[in-house]
T-cell receptor
Framework: SQELEQSPQSLIVQEGKNLTINCTSSKTLYGLYWYKQKYGEGLIFLMMLQKGGEEKSHEKITAKLDEKKQQSSLHITASQPSHAGIYLCGADTGNQFYFGTGTSLTVIP | KAGVTQTPRYLIKTRGQQVTLSCSPISGHRSVSWYQQTPGQGLQFLFEYFSETQRNKGNFPGRFSGRQFSNSRSEMNVSTLELGDSALYLC????????????????FGEGSRLTVL
């Protein structure tokens, strides 16, 4: 979606390495969502951010929303093979939810 | 509590037929949105319903329609199926609609995979 730019499109990392995925909107957002998806399956909810400057963590995954509420990053520390999958950001722009095109993450043992 | 439930999970149809997909939201959630996911286009917004009213519709032809019932369950229908309608159809539910301070977390079902032959 042009409303939401997600980068990079794909990542291949060695197990144990850190990585960051970015999501940028041209609009100020009401909410920003991060999901993980295995091919052909539903989206697993990871985190939701609503306030400017907000940061949330779950296990080794941390997500941040900038002060202007237009940019978010998802950071994985010490990646593991279980982190592999497609990561999608979603944004509430006020009248609907938009989604990025996804980042395919491969973790090499 | 139970998550978002979509039925059927898989279905095969032929061109020209119609299909109805069902979505039961998480208990207490009143907002349901639908998406089409294809490898080339990613997640494309179809509709959003809140309290039985369609709030928004994405850029899809009139063959795609939907509705929401008083118990917040939602259905979408695709008539006169085309090969290009083959996709994973996902629904998501939340407490409130988009743009609301009560939106809350947005949870997805496992999807209905439609194959049109």
């Amino acid at each position: 979606s042009q409303e939401l730019e997600q980068s990079p499109q794909s990542l291949i990392v060695q197990e144990g390495k850190n990585l960051t995925i970015n999501c940028t909107s041209s609009k100020t957002l009401y909410g920003l969502y991060w999901y993980k998806q295995k091919y052909g399956e539903g989206l697993i909810f990871l985190m939701m951010l609503q306030k400017g400057g907000e940061e949330k963590s779950h296990e080794k995954i941390t997500a941040k929303l900038d002060e202007k509420k237009q940019q978010s990053s998802l950071h994985i520390t010490a990646s593991q093979p279980s982190h592999a999958g497609i990561y999608l950001c979603g944004a509430d722009t006020g009248n609907q939810f938009y989604f990025g095109t996804g980042t395919s993450l491969t973790v090499i043992p | 509590k139970a998550g978002v439930t979509q039925t059927p999970r898989y279905l095969i149809k032929t061109r020209g037929q119609q299909v109805t997909l069902s979505c039961s939201p998480i208990s207490g959630h009143r907002s349901v949105s639908w998406y089409q996911q294809t490898p080339g286009q990613g997640l494309q917004f179809l509709f959003e319903y809140f309290s039985e009213t369609q709030r928004n519709k994405g850029n899809f032809p009139g063959r795609f329609s939907g509705r929401q019932f008083s118990n917040s369950r939602s259905e979408m229908n695709v008539s006169t199926l085309e090969l290009g309608d083959s996709a994973l159809y996902l629904c998501a539910s939340s407490l409130g609609p988009s743009g609301s301070t009560d939106t809350g977390e947005l949870f997805f079902g496992e999807g209905s995979r439609l194959t049109v032959l």
